[in-house]
């Protein structure tokens, strides 16, 4: 463990150190006096009737704040841009800034400061050990750092663990390939995506990967190795472990998996998670994944609805930890599910049937309006066009519907490096 102390705090003592860490955050956000603070934030506490960090006395308090949603995040920077007015310091206090993704609507612009960089490089420290990583370790991080916040923050979570860190921007898959057998590389972070095209990439040059000192690999950025059928297939490709982790640019690293890969552990010493019904926004065991964050004092986000379907595992994990898991890890994004005759998929789920398959090397989700509704093509990249008939079946199997499956020609669908953008919305 990262921390043992605080990841197997009993349930009163984790909720004790979390209350504290709320009421510093509060007492912070609202600073000293008029213009200091958190505008966006005392703006939202206020028009819900809280005059000060002093009217949010206990969990029944907190559990009446308003909820934060993405939109008024946006809107707020559109309105003040380019950073808007979630700030809890002056300009100069922040160091860093990165941007959402972008992949369904403007991307958010995010600062840190120094003590909130130090932060995702602490909630970092408890995904790579969970994983296993330690100072022995060599980390390579294939990732042409640019915006996106993700591996800039695991780069700095493995060096604070005192691993050896390994940059791989600036080049490409095969040369990356070379690095990692030169440098002797124990550990691999990247999106599932990209692991499963090295591995490809391998295939074509006849590098041995099993012949690397590969043990662990690490995916963020997207669900996939979440996904039974995905982790198989990248631990398959590597010959090595393949864990989960979750998080946003936005709320940060919250989200990993133990040894026992039983389900995301969530980090509630630096995060208070919650589940509702997005319909009723009542208190569920699945549903959208609500989060607060506690360490990023400097640009913190309250009630944060995510927009992560998630569902709350059963009981204590063997692994020792006593914080919440989540069953299956992220279940998909809620504007991602798709309603096909009246069935809700997600893509994800789509993914995990896909996978099982080894012939398939790359699938693309296709969807069409159809009125109201959406229809799904899947095209899969495939040379034996028998395996269209299996998908199809096995989708009928696990799902309930029936989708239309067609064979493209290999190589002829996108590969990522970074997220992928497998479903297409057509016209
Ligand atoms: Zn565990």
Redesign the pocket.
Same mark, same amino acid.
């Given at each position: 463990m990262f921390d043992p102390a605080l990841e197997t705090l009993d349930a009163p003592a984790l909720a004790r150190h979390q209350w504290r860490r709320v009421q510093a955050l509060l007492a912070e956000t609202w600073g000293g006096g008029p213009g200091a603070g958190n505008a966006f934030l005392q703006r939202k506490l206020r028009a819900a009737g809280v005059r000060g960090p002093g009217d949010v006395a206990g969990w029944s308090d907190f559990r009446r704040l308003p909820f934060t949603r993405k939109l008024e995040l946006a809107a707020d920077q559109a309105a003040h841009p380019p950073f808007g007015t979630n700030l809890t310091y002056p300009l100069e206090r922040y160091v860093r800034v990165h941007q959402t993704s972008g992949t369904t609507d403007q991307p958010l612009r995010w600062l840190d400061t120094q003590e909130s960089w130090e932060w995702w490089a602490r909630c970092w420290g408890f995904v790579l050990r969970a994983a296993g990583i330690g100072p022995a370790d060599r980390v390579f991080f294939p990732f042409s750092f640019g915006m996106f916040i993700g591996f800039w923050a695991g780069f700095e979570g493995a060096r604070a663990l005192g691993a050896l860190t390994i940059p791989g921007g600036g080049q490409d898959s095969a040369t990356r390939l070379t690095w990692m057998d030169k440098l002797g590389v124990t550990a691999l972070v990247c999106t599932p995506s990209y692991a499963l095209h090295l591995v490809e990439i391998a295939r074509d040059r006849r590098i041995d990967l099993a012949k690397l000192p590969l043990r662990v690999t690490v995916h963020a950025g997207e669900p996939g190795a979440g996904i039974a059928a995905v982790r198989a297939r990248i631990e398959q490709g590597w010959g090595a472990r393949a864990f989960d982790h979750a998080g946003m640019t936005e709320i940060g690293a919250y989200g990993y998996e %133990? &040894?026992?890969q &039983?389900g995301l552990?969530v980090n509630e010493t630096e995060f208070i998670a919650e589940v509702i019904d997005p319909a009723t926004e009542r208190p569920a065991r699945e549903g959208e994944l609500v989060l607060t964050n506690l360490g990023r004092v400097g640009s913190p986000l309250v009630r944060y609805r995510t927009g992560d379907r998630v569902r709350l595992a059963d009981g204590p %994990?063997? %692994?020792? *930890?006593t914080f919440v *898991?989540l069953d299956g890890g992220v279940l998909g994004r809620l504007d991602d599910m798709l309603i096909v005759r009246g069935v809700n998929v997600f893509p994800s789920a789509i993914e995990g049937i896909v996978r099982r398959f080894p012939a398939v090397d790359e699938f693309q989700i296709e969807v069409f309006r159809a009125g109201a509704l959406d229809e799904v093509r899947v095209l899969l990249e495939v040379d034996d066009t028998s395996v269209t008939v299996a998908v199809h079946e096995a989708f009928r199997a696990d799902l309930g519907i029936r989708l239309e499956v067609s064979a493209v020609p290999p190589r002829t669908l996108p590969r990522y490096d970074l997220k992928a953008r497998r479903v297409v919305r057509k016209p």
């Open positions: %133990c &040894a026992e &039983a552990h %994990c063997p %692994c020792g *930890r *898991r």
